[in-house]
């Protein structure tokens, strides 16, 4: 009797640790959705620039307009959003919270730590500043939750980068790269083991990248960020504006500063030096997600989860196929931020696939009873 009573204690701490992340997420929906409706009172106008134009493009809207923002404007006119902003607000924080529980459902949240429970409140509330309002992004959610749902066959992933081909096709020129880069990857990762040549393989994709472009067109790699740069050099909200590490005529150098650039998206380094403390916040959240990915990829290319679980190599083929388009093109931090936000739930997925793997100091026996089946 004495035994039950000392443990009944321990074992109701246990389950209540368990729950409490599930809890805190759970809690933290209304409150994130809260914040989304009544963002413009909360932030600077300079968060809705995009949203203005896009809202002043609806009534032109034309499917066959090679503007972006009157295109965007036609969807979202066709979709019945023109005149129920409250309303869209609400579908496009809905579709990132249902994505963000596709990739972790309630019973792995009980496994996250502090931090990663912290990361995930921040994905929430980076939906409520970001996607709570006329965005570009609404559609990369909805492309993002369609890799998640698609059945595991191959002719499905064929089929993903029709869809991405399209958004490029309309919206953004730039995703056709990202469409090609995800096509790769997701052949390459099955068949990798070591992480350590992923950076080998960027840093040797951005050379020859350098040098097609100044073949063919005449211009550096960092092209169409400069351009941008320049539109915006005097502007107070680019603040956060990504420079050039290295003389980028050179194709060599123009392939080494992508891949410096690169690493500064993963590092954010430059926000390091400011005094902002919405950078500081934002630079650690970025570190410490990809401290998590890189560690829980290494593990998972070690136990060989990306050759047979088609929903995790999806989810990190997608992952680091737009961040070696965005260090192309990404011409400040806060853009980075913006475009980078549906993928993030994917960083969830590969946390939550890597705490499925046994532990190392399991005995045989019960690694094989744990060992996951092929898992989508």
């Not at 997420?25 to 959705?33: E, K, N």
């Not at 609400?90 to 990132?96: C, E, G, K, S, V």
């Not at 919405?278 to 060989?304: D, E, H, N």
């Not at 965005?326 to 997925?349: K, W």
Request: a positive charge.
């Amino acid at each position: 009797m004495r035994h039950r009573r000392s443990g009944g204690p321990r074992l109701n701490h246990d389950a209540i640790g368990q729950a409490l992340p599930a809890a805190i997420v759970a809690v933290f929906f209304p409150i994130s959705l809260i914040v989304g409706l009544n963002n413009k009172a909360l932030l600077p106008e300079k968060f809705f620039y995009d949203s203005a134009t896009l809202r002043s493009r609806m009534p032109i809207g034309d499917p066959s307009s090679g503007d972006s923002f009157i295109v965007m404007g036609w969807i979202y006119r066709q979709l019945g959003g023109m005149n129920h902003y409250a309303e869209v607000q609400i579908a496009q924080m809905a579709i990132f919270a249902i994505l963000l529980l596709t990739c972790v459902p309630w019973r792995r949240l009980s496994t996250f730590g502090p931090l990663a429970t912290a990361g995930v409140l921040y994905a929430l509330v980076s939906s409520a500043v970001y996607l709570a309002q006329y965005s570009k992004e609404s559609l990369v959610v909805v492309l993002v939750l369609l890799l998640r749902v698609l059945p595991k066959h191959w002719s499905m992933d064929l089929a993903f980068v029709g869809a991405m081909a399209v958004y490029a096709q309309h919206i953004r020129t730039y995703w056709y790269i990202i469409a090609g880069l995800y096509l790769v990857l997701r052949v390459l990762l099955p068949r990798l083991r070591s992480m350590g040549w992923l950076p080998i393989l960027a840093l040797v994709g951005y050379v020859v990248m350098a040098f097609g472009l100044q073949a063919v067109m005449g211009q550096p790699l960092s092209y169409a960020r400069d351009v941008v740069s320049e539109s915006r050099t005097f502007s107070q909200d680019a603040q956060s504006a990504i420079q050039n590490y290295l003389p980028t005529a050179n194709p060599v150098l123009g392939g080494l500063n992508a891949w410096l650039t690169l690493a500064t998206l993963i590092v954010p380094l430059p926000l390091l030096l400011s005094p902002n403390p919405l950078y500081l916040v934002f630079c650690g959240v970025t570190i410490g997600l990809w401290v998590g990915l890189v560690l829980s990829l290494r593990r998972l290319l070690q136990a060989g989860r990306l050759r047979v679980d088609v929903g995790l190599t999806r989810a990190v083929s997608m992952i680091f196929a737009l961040i070696f388009a965005q260090a192309l093109f990404e011409p400040d931090f806060g853009s980075y931020l913006r475009h980078s936000l549906p993928t993030m739930p994917l960083f969830f997925l590969v946390l939550a696939r890597a705490q499925q793997l046994p532990s190392r100091r399991a005995p045989l026996a019960a690694r094989s009873r744990t060992e996951p089946n092929h898992v989508v």
